[in-house]
């Protein structure tokens, strides 16, 4: 990730979310969030709109974002572990 690069966010209204956000601007990245709710089509299309190269999803949304994983704009696509409130983050280039 460089200075600058969107990082698409994916929690629910858990303070976890603000957490991700003020280790995002930390890092020198813009946060995107994103509700929840959002499906395997949804996260492509924000992901190819806001040019995110990360997602960081809360447990309850990783499924979600695994299935982003296989798809063809993505590769080189990788899971990184270690922020205790989610499971994956997911470099998506």
């Known amino acids: 990730m460089k200075k600058g690069d969107p990082v698409l966010h994916i929690f ?3 303070p976890e979310a ?3 956000q ?7 990245g813009v946060a995107v969030p994103c509700t929840e709710m ?12 806001s040019g995110a190269r990360v997602v960081v999803a ?3 949304t990783a499924d979600e974002v695994e299935e982003v994983r296989g798809y ?3 590769s080189g696509v990788s899971a990184q ?3 205790p409130c989610t499971r994956n983050a997911v470099r998506l280039s």
């Open 12 to 14: 629910p209204r858990l």
């Open 18 to 20: 603000f957490i991700a």
């Open 22 to 28: 003020i280790g995002t601007f930390k890092a020198g």
């Open 38 to 49: 959002l499906r395997a089509k949804d996260i492509i299309y924000r992901v190819e709109v």
């Open 58 to 60: 809360h447990t309850s």
């Open 72 to 74: 063809p704009s993505s």
């Open 81 to 83: 572990d270690g922020f």
